[in-house]
């Protein structure tokens, strides 16, 4: 099946691609988020202010943080490579990813 050019192998992994894509722009969303959570806690610790409270929410931010840096590593492993942006990946051999 061809669609402007295209085998129907070649818009299957293109749609993959983008759906990986959006995965992984949400999650960094997501930790951005809780970097911007995280600032007044963080601003109480380097101010020598920090109360119990702050510390648990700092703890309870890089808990949340971990998860998803850990699912953002799974769409990594699962055949995509970061560098200045993100892109698909195939395997030598010998098992090394090359880009495409």
Known sequence: MMLLGKT???????????????????????????????????????????????KATLAAIE????????RLAGTIESGYVSGRGWYATRKTETGKAIPE
């Open 63 to 70: 808990a949340e943080a971990v998860s998803k840096r850990a």
């Open 8 to 54: 129907k192998q070649d818009v299957d992994a293109k749609n993959k691609q983008d759906k990986a894509d959006a995965v992984r722009a949400a999650i960094l969303a997501e930790l951005d988020a809780l970097d911007h959570r995280s600032a007044r806690a963080l601003r109480a610790v380097v101010a020598g202010t920090a109360t119990e409270e702050d």
